[in-house]
């Protein structure tokens, strides 16, 4: 069974090796090949030690049975002051090897429930147009509501914008069909 908990700094590495296999196998063929080998597990470690440590951002793992760390996922408040929703989830990876279990699922479930507990009851995702995670936010209920151009390496990207206006609704994740409540 896959427990969903706040991360502790032993994770770092777990999340770090997540972040960057992700990536790659995401994005193969659509960053530049340099981009992705020179993705540093050690970096991300630097960071996502960082990130635990401080209370202001949310950092869960998925964690199987025998203490495999196999997804992870970070929240807190909308980086974009001007914006009405108060909440955004930063990031959601879920490693390749574990695709198509709901791991995803229970993680943004539990996501929505943190941001709910800091009194943000909204939030937004953005996502390279590329990712075909986009696909799996509109399966949860994200209205796609706008999109940006980033410069990320080098290379222009385009970034889609998914909100939930309403994360008390999202508990079931307002899937058709699903009404368990996966928190």
Aim: glycine share 8%; with cysteine.
């Amino acid at each position: 069974m896959t427990k969903i908990r706040a991360a502790v700094q032993a994770d770092a590495l777990a999340i770090a090796d997540i972040y960057v296999e992700t990536w790659r196998s995401t994005y193969a063929g659509t960053l530049p090949d340099k981009v992705l080998v020179n993705m540093s597990v050690e970096r991300q470690v630097v960071y996502w030690t960082r990130a635990i440590q401080q209370s202001q951002e949310i950092v869960l793992v998925a964690e199987e049975a025998d203490g495999l760390v196999t997804a992870m996922g970070s929240g807190g408040a909308n980086r974009d002051r001007s914006s009405d929703i108060a909440g955004e989830v930063y990031t959601l990876y879920v490693h390749p090897d574990h695709h198509e279990r709901g791991i995803g699922e229970r993680l943004l479930a539990h996501l929505f429930y943190e941001l709910m507990g800091r009194s943000m009851m909204s939030a937004v995702i953005w996502v390279l147009a590329p990712n075909p995670a986009r696909f799996f936010y509109e399966a949860m209920g994200g209205a796609r509501t706008g999109d940006r151009n980033e410069e990320l390496w080098g290379t222009t990207l385009k970034e889609l914008a998914y909100v939930w206006t309403d994360l008390s609704n999202c508990l079931t994740l307002g899937r058709p069909g699903i009404d368990r409540v996966i928190v």
